[in-house]
């Protein structure tokens, strides 16, 4: 099924889906890859499984013709991110990602890193902004660090600050979907873990709702981790992920 025009353009809902490869071997990551390939479009390698196998397995994965996303969520003063981005795009990844509360210049300092790697032999990776991860409820938010702000009003101003800094797009829970794009607008993309089929359990995610849900509120990825990987068929679970967002969606023109 094709979809509409927003950040990921005229992409189809297989193209949407991003595989969270949470497996600290490379073995079982490629034969996740090979599994489920046919129903993803993306994969995300995040710190279990760059921690373990570094450069050279990132490496591996992308001989498999697959695009990656690469979520280690870099968090520091801006020359380091920046230095630490251009090593990071400079391998071919497809998109990468840092977290919006390192502020306006630590984001801008990635965003220039990476788009200065253009002109070069590297391919340009989209740069994301982690906005509040999807495990923290507004309970959490509000008493441990100290945000008074309604969740939704966070996000969408770490948004807004992300857009201002040249990123691409964001990581956010579908609960901010339609805010962060009626503030952001089309050309910027959002990408939205804490997603779960109604088949699935919610583990330690807090602001969930199903795939479907989440393309539909305006989500132009959603990340999809415990409900394939750790499925007795991964192959038919990411299948059915696929099947039911394309059921879910019906003729919307989302
Ligand atoms: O297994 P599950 O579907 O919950 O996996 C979600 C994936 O998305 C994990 O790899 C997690 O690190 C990542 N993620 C997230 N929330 C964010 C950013 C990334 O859950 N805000």
């Given at each position: 099924m094709a979809l509409g025009n927003?950040?990921?353009?005229?992409?189809t809902t297989r193209d949407r889906i991003i595989l969270a490869l949470?497996?600290?071997s490379l073995a079982d990551a490629l034969s996740l890859v090979k599994a489920t390939r046919e129903s993803v479009g993306m994969y995300k390698v995040g710190m279990e499984l760059f921690y373990s196998v570094g450069i050279p397995g990132l490496r591996a994965v992308m001989s498999e013709g697959v695009s990656v996303f690469l979520d280690l969520k870099l968090h520091d003063i801006p020359t380091t991110v920046e230095r630490a981005s251009r090593v990071l795009a400079a391998t071919g990844v497809a998109m990468l990602n840092v977290h919006c509360l390192g502020g306006l210049r630590m984001m801008k300092a990635a965003a220039d890193a990476v788009g200065s790697l253009?002109?070069?032999?590297a391919r340009h990776a989209k740069v994301i902004g982690v906005t509040v991860?999807?495990?923290?409820?507004q309970d959490e938010v509000t008493s441990?660090?100290?945000?008074?702000?309604?969740l939704v009003d966070q996000v969408t101003a770490l948004a807004l600050n992300a857009k201002k800094a040249g990123l691409d797009g964001v990581v956010a829970s579908p609960w901010e979907v339609s805010s962060i794009r009626k503030a952001c607008g089309d050309g910027f993309a959002i990408v939205t873990p804490g997603v779960r089929p109604r088949w699935a359990g919610v583990d330690d995610q807090r602001r969930v709702t199903t795939p479907g849900e989440a393309i539909r509120s305006g989500a132009d990825y959603v990340v999809v981790g415990r409900a394939v990987t750790?499925?007795?068929d991964p192959r038919s679970a990411a299948a059915r992920v696929l099947t039911d967002i394309e059921a879910e969606l019906g003729e919307c023109e989302c």
């Open positions: 927003r950040a990921a353009g005229s992409a949470d497996v600290s253009q002109d070069g032999s991860l999807t495990s923290l409820s441990e660090l100290g945000i008074e702000r309604p750790r499925d007795k």
